[in-house]
């Protein structure tokens, strides 16, 4: 009798709190616009997405699924969720590259912001402080110190200035980062509902497993967590997905089928005030009829691409700093940064990087760079590069990684080729920021 009273009880409570009387809230629009990308109440939202199948140390055994779930993560939360997206990869997840990006985005992100976390990759289970550790991928294996603390996972997501901030971790021995609390969905799920989850501070993981190892293989070359979780977000048809709700339709299929248990809780000393991570699709708008919501494609402002001021064969220059390839479909910087950059940095510059009003610029990869060289032309420096785009040293960085210990690949257009050297060097080497038009 006294557990049905206090259920009784709860269920009051939750009622009142989330679903009050009409006299004293709006219902429909003005609620539901309140979460709309257009009401300046949501900030920009962010994703930090890591995958690691090889690693460098024959010690450590490769995987094969984590990129491959990295990517499609990516992929998704782009473009069905707006997400501004920053990936690392095999050779690029190092150590240093994952602390340093943590404390870039918990720098950079801001009060109304969402920041998601996504890490595919060994974990170990730090069992003299009952802790854990991400591994990257320059670890040496059995060598704690090569591996990424959980602390520092932590101090980042406590850091960010950001209201919400999810970390997903799909490696062994992710149950070590939780608190005790848990949250479950009120009995009926409305807008008021995500409203409130979206105004209050959060700090919340999803993670595959507790405190043992996980599975790498599942379906479709994906683990068993991942392609439930991918499932979710890539149909759902709703305006807004809560983090209760993902763990609530993808736990009892993971636990059923494999010998792990998936976890959401708050993450244990970062700040968390009992909010929500709420996902919103990118083409959703609040409706007219009713309240109604509708999630139908609609155009997006695009910023210009400025005026045209130069052409020669297939590249045409604009006066906002860019220059088109239309045989590519890339969208260049006109001209390198001017100055000597270490890779890390170069990665950094080009996120930053904010030429013709666009904000996805990232690293040019091998195959793209040497679509700029050219045999038959020198610049005035004696570097064969095509006309339109103009650079000051015959290195340019590439988004490739990883050779023989180096850290990082660069391509020369003196003899057009890529060549490796250390991710701390940065004598002679400049970064040309890429986009995809």
């Not at 995987?63 to 992929?75: C, H, K, Q, S, Y």
């Not at 860019?322 to 080009?350: E, F, P, Q």
């Amino acid at each position: 009798m006294l557990k049905k009273a206090r259920r009784i009880v709860f269920l009051f409570i939750i009622t009142v709190l989330f679903f009050p009387h009409p006299a004293y809230s709006e219902r429909g629009l003005s609620v539901i616009s309140e979460l709309s990308r257009r009401s300046g109440n949501v900030g920009e939202f962010k994703a930090l997405v890591i995958g690691i199948d090889k690693y460098r140390d024959k010690k450590i055994p490769d995987l094969d699924t984590a990129v491959n779930d990295a990517r499609e993560i990516a992929d998704i939360v782009k473009h069905n969720y707006g997400f501004k997206v920053i990936t690392l990869f095999d050779r690029e997840a190092t150590k240093k590259s994952i602390y340093n990006t943590l404390r870039d985005m918990a720098y950079e992100a801001k009060e109304n912001d969402s920041v998601l976390i996504y890490y595919a990759g060994h974990g170990e289970q730090d069992r003299q402080y009952d802790d854990g550790w991400w591994i990257p991928s320059d670890a040496r294996g059995g060598d704690p110190v090569t591996y990424l603390d959980n602390v520092q996972v932590q101090k980042a997501m406590r850091s960010m200035k950001a209201r919400h901030v999810l970390l997903i971790s799909d490696s062994c021995y992710s149950g070590t980062l939780f608190g005790q609390a848990t949250r479950s969905l009120p009995p009926v799920v409305n807008s008021k509902y995500y409203v409130n989850l979206y105004k209050e501070k959060s700090r919340w993981g999803m993670t595959s497993g507790n405190k043992t190892p996980v599975a790498d293989s599942g379906t479709g070359k994906h683990s068993v967590f991942a392609y439930e979780l991918i499932s979710v977000l890539k149909n759902n048809k709703q305006p807004y997905l809560s983090t209760q709700e993902i763990y609530t339709k993808i736990a009892p299929i993971v636990s059923n089928n494999s010998e792990q248990t998936p976890l959401c809780r708050p993450i244990r000393h970062t700040g968390d005030q009992g909010g929500s991570f709420v996902f919103i699709l990118k083409d959703y708008i609040a409706g007219t009829k009713g309240g109604e919501s509708n999630t139908n494609p609609i155009p997006t402002a695009r910023p210009r691409r400025g005026n045209e001021i130069k052409r020669t064969d297939h590249l045409i220059a604009y006066d906002n700093g860019t220059v088109l390839d239309t045989h590519t479909g890339l969208m260049w910087a006109a001209s390198d940064n001017g100055k000597d950059i270490n890779r890390y940095d170069a990665g950094s510059y080009c996120r930053n990087f904010r030429n013709g009003g666009h904000t996805d610029w990232r690293l040019p990869n091998h195959d793209e760079i040497t679509s700029l060289y050219t045999q038959s032309r020198k610049s005035g420096y004696g570097y064969h590069v095509k006309k339109l785009i103009n650079v000051s040293s015959a290195n340019i960085w590439v988004s490739d990684t990883g050779n023989s210990g180096a850290g990082g690949a660069y391509f020369t257009f003196t003899v057009g080729r890529k060549r490796w050297d250390n991710q701390s060097d940065s004598e002679g080497y400049r970064v040309l920021p890429v986009r995809t038009d």
